[in-house]
C-alpha cells in the first residue's frame, strides 16, 4: 500500500491565483480531512470527509473549497490564494475512531 | 468544544534519562487520545492512542502514556531518551460523542530535544 499521497511536494502562488492539492489513499478509509500547519499552532482542520459525497468544515475552513467524488481521493481547492494561506499542508485518512494516517505534505508559499 | 494543552513549547532530556511531555485535554464526552511524532520536513506518525481499557497505554518506539480521567491527562513517557527520539510530538483528542466523523483537535506541539 502507497498510503497518504499529496501532490505536490513544494508550491508557489502568486496571490490571487487558484490551484489544487492532491490527496489519495488506497486503504479504503471513509474518513478523510485536511489540516494546516503553522508554526506554534499546531494542526488546524480545514476540512473533513465521512464518505464519498459527503463533506463538511473545519475550524479554518475560509478560502478553500473540497469534494469527494470516490472514496480515494479528497482535493483542496484554494479559490484564490492569499498571503495567509501560505502553510504546510496536510490530508490524513483513517477508519474512525482509529488513528489517522498522514501524507507527507505540501509546503505552499503565497507571494 | 474539545481543546487540548501542551504546555512546554520545549523539552530538553539527557540520553538515557527519562522523558516525559503533558498534555491536558477537555471534552464533553469520553476522550479518544491520540500522540504523534513529528520529523523535520516530514508528515505525522502515529505512536499510541487511548480509546478505552487500560489507563497505561503502550506504543512505538518504547513510548508510552498513562490517560488520567480525575486529572484530565495523557502524558507522553519514555524511561530511557534516545537522541533519535528529538523530534515534534503532538498530542490529539476528539470526543467519543462527536457525530460528525473521527475530528481531532491537536495541541501546539512540544518540541523534544534528547542531549548527548
Known amino acids: 500500500n502507497a498510503g497518504v499521497t499529496q501532490t505536490p511536494k513544494f508550491q508557489v502562488l502568486k496571490t490571487g491565483q487558484s490551484m489544487t492539492l492532491q490527496c489519495a489513499q488506497d486503504?479504503?478509509?471513509?474518513?478523510m480531512s485536511w489540516y494546516r500547519q503553522d508554526p506554534g499552532m499546531g494542526l488546524r482542520l480545514i476540512h473533513y470527509s465521512v464518505g464519498a459525497g459527503i463533506t463538511d468544515q473545519g475550524e479554518v475552513p475560509n478560502g478553500y473549497n473540497v469534494s469527494r467524488s470516490t472514496t480515494e481521493d479528497f482535493p483542496l481547492r484554494l479559490l484564490s490564494a492569499a498571503p495567509s494561506q501560505t502553510s504546510v499542508y496536510f490530508c490524513a485518512s483513517s477508519r474512525s475512531p482509529r488513528e489517522q494516517f498522514f501524507g507527507p505534505g505540501t509546503r505552499l508559499t503565497v507571494l | 468544544a474539545q481543546s487540548v494543552a501542551q504546555p512546554e513549547d520545549q523539552v530538553n532530556v539527557a540520553e538515557g534519562n527519562p522523558l516525559t511531555v503533558k498534555c491536558t485535554y477537555s471534552?464533553?464526552?469520553?476522550?479518544?487520545l491520540f500522540w504523534y511524532v513529528q520529523y523535520p520536513n516530514r508528515g505525522l506518525q502515529f505512536l499510541l492512542k487511548y480509546i478505552t481499557g487500560d489507563n497505561l497505554v503502550k506504543g512505538s518506539y518504547g513510548f508510552e502514556a498513562e490517560f488520567n480521567k480525575s486529572q484530565t491527562s495523557f502524558h507522553l513517557k519514555k524511561p530511557s531518551a534516545l537522541v533519535s527520539d528529538s523530534a515534534l510530538y503532538f498530542c490529539?483528542?476528539?470526543?467519543?460523542?462527536?457525530?460528525?466523523?473521527?475530528?481531532?483537535?491537536f495541541g501546539t506541539g512540544t518540541q523534544l530535544k534528547v542531549e548527548l
Open positions: 471534552v464533553s464526552g469520553n476522550p479518544y
Open positions: 486503504m479504503n478509509h471513509e474518513y
Open positions: 490529539a483528542v476528539r470526543d467519543g460523542l462527536t457525530g460528525g466523523g473521527n475530528k481531532l483537535t
